[in-house]
């Protein structure tokens, strides 16, 4: 009984189709980490801050959040908070920033593009990861609390 052998334009075949086969691998994973740059962070780690505003409309979760125009992170969940009539808003941030307590945030609406909130850094100490940015004036003054 004879043995099989593997001709010459065999073995050549799944050589090409090996070299082939390493090639796709090598593009969908540039393909993945150019989309992670694009769309992501930036960065593997990151940090949650909370914040209330007065108005989240058309924010999404997955929207942008930035700072001078550029992506620093992205809203991770949207919630009320019932007390104060406000909209809560959680945000994963790149964790080699560090974003100023006094901080001014404003939801900004791009002609022909998505929704995204902005941060217009102020000049006090941090805010700690985990944390969250003060209420707004108003709700301090008890002008959105519901009355007793």
Known sequence: ????????????????????????????????????????????????????????????????????GVKVGHISDLSLDQRYRLAVVQMQMRDDLLIPIDSRLVVEAPVGGSLYLTIHPGRGAAIAPGGSFPLPRAAKRGINAPSS
Request: proline share 3%; aromatic share 8%.
């Open 1 to 68: 009984m004879a043995v099989p052998t593997a001709s010459l334009s065999q073995s050549a075949h799944n050589l090409f189709d090996t070299i082939l086969a390493g090639g796709m691998v090598a593009a969908a994973l540039m393909f993945l980490v150019f989309m992670y740059a694009r769309t992501g962070t930036g960065r593997l780690a990151s940090y949650e801050l909370t914040a209330r505003i007065p108005n989240a409309a058309g924010l999404l979760v997955g929207s942008d959040v930035r700072i001078g």
